[in-house]
């Protein structure tokens, strides 16, 4: 492992981070009137700003060099990186004093960055603007990448840019060399992803909301986190504009982001062609449509849709608002709700979950299965669409299905032990896993984690990271090869 290399590299993230967190500091600034501990808030973002800048420019300074990153070396550097944010992250919380345990600080910003959506607070308004700001923010930093930003900024990373895109890009995207140069394919990426959170912005504003909500919830949105900065989440907003907008920008964030790029060079067709994207969209309308029948009608036929529609989005693509308890649905809408939280969003969205195209392999892999048992010796690769997907990619796909079985085991069963029941186990673990946010029971769309204990927080926090991550890039750092020269 080339450690001067994943210093050297660490370093400018943190001065990256530095610069990010400007701009919650900005916003603590526009509403300093509004709060009595203004100066304790301004020194919660000043500190954290000055510990990035000064440890920064040191280890800049003292690692200085070419990093040579290799396949090691950039898992450690996104591992350790998301790692750094979380701890840097968490300090607004501390320091404002929105909350004094570092555990709950820790949870919170694992849930912001990796897109979970997760909750320790029973009241969001109580906490102040710019931490308010800082905790949607993370969400939308997490929801690309801060790695994919890295590499969109630094020339220097070269090859090894491409290394860290493999290891971190949301969804596990597989990049293909469309431009010869990485940095211009992750400027791409979030030139793209700027794009379409200002078009919520403006269409928020447009609908009624403050521009202060419209951020959040732009933030929240495209990165399906599902922060809000009001407790009742959507359903605080009963515009029906509103929330048909958000329902239109949570479906755009669950597609693959290189479909929404054939968009945007006018080749719609691209999208009507992908197996993964037509798998995704009849997923969602199923699940509307028997919501639709089996749901009870509480008010008009309107907000009855439009809460169904909403709730099926938001939990098909990882986002976790809420408008409505679907908790409190029929047996069979709640078990389709659970079954959403597995799947997920599709390849290279910012949506958590197992996704699409994982879900669509199993499905020719076990017809493949069937066919060779009339067949034996048939030779039938496994095709999705024109492509026939590589042995590899299919290996690799097996093995993230049964480490994600196993990883959601291990959570249930630490819920389990914390004394909760298995609705509230098993959604819990599999929420956490998947970054949705709201599972079922005690940690249903109208309650918050906050009454976890310490061991089921760190646990829960782990799986997050593990499920933003896809699992492997985490893992393979707990390995003994992964260190051996």
């Known amino acids: 492992m080339n450690w001067r290399s994943v210093v050297y590299t660490l370093a400018h993230l943190a001065l990256i981070l530095a610069l990010c967190l400007l701009a919650p500091l900005a916003v603590t600034f526009i509403y300093f009137d509004s709060n009595p501990y203004i100066l304790w808030e301004i020194t919660a973002f000043i500190l954290p700003i000055a510990l990035c800048a000064g440890f920064g420019f040191w280890l800049r300074r003292r690692y200085r060099g070419q990093p040579d990153l290799g396949r090691r070396e950039g898992f ?27 555990t709950d600080a820790f949870f919170e910003t694992m849930s912001g960055f990796t897109t979970t959506g997760a909750t320790i607070f029973p009241q969001v308004e109580v906490i102040p603007r710019g931490v308010q700001f800082w905790r949607c923010m993370t969400q939308w930093l997490g929801g690309m990448g801060i790695v994919v930003l890295s590499v969109a900024l630094l020339r220097f990373l070269g090859v090894g840019g491409y290394r860290l895109l493999k290891a971190e890009t949301p969804g596990g995207v597989v990049f293909e060399r469309e431009k010869p140069r990485i940095t211009e394919m992750a400027k791409d990426l979030w030139k793209l992803y700027l794009l379409i959170s200002a078009a919520e912005v403006i269409l928020l504003v447009v609908s009624g909301m403050s521009v202060y909500d419209a951020f959040c919830h732009s933030f929240t949105t495209m990165s399906t986190g599902g922060f809000s900065p009001h407790t009742e989440s959507i359903a605080y907003f009963t515009s029906p504009a509103t929330q048909w907008i958000i329902i239109v920008f949570m479906f755009m964030a669950g597609i693959n982001f290189s479909l929404h790029a054939q968009l945007f060079r006018l080749r719609p067709g691209a999208m009507a062609r992908n197996p993964e994207f037509r798998l995704y969209a009849a997923i969602t309308g199923c699940v509307v449509l028997i919501g639709v029948f089996v749901v009870p009608m509480g008010h008009g036929v309107e907000k009855h849709v439009r809460d169904i529609v909403f709730q099926a989005v938001s939990i098909g693509t990882t986002t976790g608002y809420a408008t409505a308890d679907f908790d409190a649905w029929p047996q069979m809408m709640r078990l389709l709700m659970v079954l959403c939280m597995f799947v997920g969003g599709c390849m290279g969205s910012t949506g958590g979950g197992m996704k699409v195209a994982r879900l669509l392999i199993f499905a020719k892999l076990m017809a493949r299965e069937a066919h060779r048992l009339i067949f034996p010796h048939a030779v039938r690769p496994v095709r999705v669409g024109d492509k026939i997907i590589d042995p590899k990619i299919v290996s690799n796909i097996m093995a993230f299905g049964a480490v994600f079985a196993f990883l959601f085991i291990v959570g249930t069963l630490v819920m389990a032990a914390c004394g909760y029941d298995l609705v509230t186990a098993s959604t819990a673990s599999v929420a956490a896993l998947s970054n949705i946010g709201p599972g079922l029971a005690k940690v249903g769309p109208t309650a918050n984690w906050a009454h976890l204990p310490i061991t089921a927080k760190w646990v829960m926090s782990v799986l997050m990271l593990l499920g933003r991550l896809e699992l492997f890039s985490v893992l393979v750092l707990v390995t003994p090869w992964a260190w051996r020269r």
């Open 76 to 102: 450690a550097v996104v591992t350790f990186s998301w790692l750094l944010l979380v701890v840097v992250g968490m300090l607004p919380f501390l320091v404002s004093g929105t909350t004094t345990s570092v």
